[in-house]
Antibody, heavy 120, light 107 residues
Framework: QVQLQQSGAELAKPGSSVKISCKAS????????MHWIKQTTGQALEWTGY????????KYNEKFKGKATLTVDKSSSTAYMQLSSLTPVDTAVYYC?????????????WGQGTLVTVSS | DIQMTQSPASLSTSLGETVTIDCRTS??????LAWYQQKPGNSPQLLIY???NLADGVPSRFSGSGSGTQYSLKINSLQSEDVASYFC?????????FGSGTKLVIK
C-alpha cells in the first residue's frame, strides 16, 4: 500500500533553514509527482508546489518561490523540502501528498505531517 | 489565484441530522473540486473528487454536488465519527487553493 513517511518535528531559529523529508513506499516513486502543503495552526492549507521525481521538474506556488526548494533522491524514494530564511510565519505543519491519478491534483495519499516551529 | 470561499466556518448539529457545507470559487473550475475531512491530529483524507465522486472507502452518507463556481458537501445521518474539519480544494488552476475550512461539532 502507498505510504508516505515524513521526518520528525523541527525547532529552528529565525534566519536558519530546515530540510524535511518524505519517504515513499508501495508504488513506483518516479511515476507520481510529490506535492507539499502547509497547514498553519489556524488550519489554513496552502499548496507549496510539487516535484516530478522522474525528471526533477518542479512547479512552485509563486508565494513560496525563494522560500521552499523541492528535491528528490530517487535511490531512496525520498522527497525533500528545504525551507530557508525562516521566520515565525513559517511555523506550521508541512505535509507531503500524492495524487491518485497523475495530473489530477486531488490528494488521496498524505504523509503524517512534519511540524516546523520557528522560534528564538 | 482562485479564491475559495467556504461556509460556514463552524457548524453545530445533532447526531442523525443532515449538514451541508458550501464552497464558492472566484471563477469557474469546471468541477475540479475535492473535499477533505481532517480529524484532530490527523492528515486530511480525501472524501470527494471531481465535485461529486466518492473516494474509495468513503461512506455513502457523504455526497458532493455543484458546478461552475458553486459546490456543496452534504453529510446525511450525521455520525459521531464525522466530527472533524472539512476543506474544499480546487485543482483546475495553479496555484492549487483550499477553502478556509468548516469545523463540525456535535451539539
Amino acid at each position: 500500500q502507498v505510504q508516505l513517511q515524513q521526518s520528525g518535528a523541527e525547532l529552528a531559529k529565525p534566519g536558519s533553514s530546515v530540510k524535511i523529508s518524505c519517504k515513499a513506499s508501495g508504488y513506483t516513486f518516479t511515476s507520481y509527482a510529490m506535492h507539499w502543503i502547509k497547514q498553519t495552526t489556524g488550519q489554513a492549507l496552502e499548496w507549496t508546489g510539487y516535484i516530478a521525481p522522474g525528471s526533477g521538474g518542479t512547479k512552485y506556488n509563486e508565494k513560496f518561490k525563494g522560500k521552499a526548494t523541492l528535491t528528490v533522491d530517487k535511490s531512496s524514494s525520498t522527497a525533500y523540502m528545504q525551507l530557508s530564511s525562516l521566520t515565525p510565519v513559517d511555523t506550521a505543519v508541512y505535509y507531503c501528498a500524492r495524487a491518485e491519478v497523475p495530473g489530477y491534483w486531488r490528494f488521496a495519499y498524505w504523509g503524517q505531517g512534519t511540524l516546523v516551529t520557528v522560534s528564538s | 489565484d482562485i479564491q475559495m470561499t467556504q461556509s460556514p466556518a463552524s457548524l453545530s448539529t445533532s447526531l442523525g441530522e443532515t449538514v451541508t457545507i458550501d464552497c464558492r470559487t472566484s471563477e469557474d473550475i469546471y468541477s475540479s473540486l475535492a473535499w477533505y475531512q481532517q480529524k484532530p491530529g490527523n492528515s486530511p483524507q480525501l472524501l470527494i473528487y471531481d465535485a461529486n465522486n466518492l473516494a474509495d472507502g468513503v461512506p455513502s452518507r457523504f455526497s458532493g454536488s455543484g458546478s461552475g463556481t458553486q459546490y456543496s458537501l452534504k453529510i446525511n445521518s450525521l455520525q459521531s465519527e464525522d466530527v472533524a474539519s472539512y476543506f474544499c480544494q480546487q485543482y483546475n488552476n495553479y496555484p492549487l487553493t483550499f477553502g478556509s475550512g468548516t469545523k463540525l461539532v456535535i451539539k
